[in-house]
């Protein structure tokens, strides 16, 4: 059984917390121990006297496991601007985020880590998710949000993946725009040209409802991934 996965994006805002945690849930539906990781997390607020970013509050709440918050977004931080920015002095050290990754591997079967913004996106001055990924040595699922320019986007990803000689194991495309015309040609013309599994489509709703979003993931296909 694989370690997990890593949940990356064509970009941010396309849906990656709520694709991450419908993944989450499906895989749970195997009958798994399974549990959400944000390594780096800005735009937090503060609750309790601790930093706190909603995206990780989500993957607490939908843990298969009871975890201190901590666990879940080791680096959190207020600014509501790049990671590789928003640390300030803070040195955000690869070597914890790796530490924890494994902490939470032995309590779960699977953890899936959820990246900030798109595959090169910072997450500190030194590494970006791209490294993250690549010293976690985790097939990759790659987040499509279905817009205007995400073709491009998904092609120069998912190249950018498979550069790094990681395992692309699949997409997850996200209906960020109900009205968005060519949705469904869009949608046939990416996978043509990705020459990966689409996982799930997630239709646009307005409140999450993890439940029937994991619904989109058909439990024989994640039954491959793992």
Not at 56 to 82: G, K, T
Not at 207 to 219: H, K, M, V
Request: glycine content about 8%.
């Amino acid at each position: 059984m694989t370690a997990g996965f890593f949940v990356t994006g064509t970009d941010t805002d396309v849906g990656k917390t709520w694709a991450t945690i419908a993944l989450m849930r499906g895989l749970q539906g195997q009958a798994l121990q399974v549990v959400g990781m944000k390594p780096v997390a800005a735009g937090c607020v503060l609750q309790d006297g601790q930093l706190k970013n909603a995206d990780a509050l989500l993957m607490q709440a939908n843990a298969s496991i009871d975890l201190d918050y901590a666990m879940i977004n080791p680096y959190a931080f207020e600014p509501a601007v790049s990671p590789h920015l928003a640390c300030g002095e803070v040195v955000v050290e690869l070597p914890v985020l790796i530490d924890r990754f494994k902490q939470l591997q032995q309590w779960a079967d699977l953890v899936v880590v959820e990246g900030a913004g798109g595959w090169y996106s910072p997450l500190s001055a030194e590494f970006d998710n791209a490294d993250l990924a690549q010293a976690l040595a985790l097939p990759v699922i790659l987040v499509v949000g279905v817009r205007l320019g995400c073709i491009n986007h998904a092609r120069l990803t998912l190249n950018a993946i498979q550069q790094a000689n990681l395992s692309c194991v699949g997409w997850v495309a996200v209906q960020i725009d109900p009205l968005m015309q060519g949705f469904e040609a869009n949608l046939v013309y990416l996978q043509q040209q990705l020459d990966v599994p689409l996982l799930a489509i997630l239709p646009h709703i307005q409140t999450p409802d993890f439940e029937y979003l994991s619904q989109q993931f058909n439990q024989e296909t994640l039954k491959k991934l793992i």
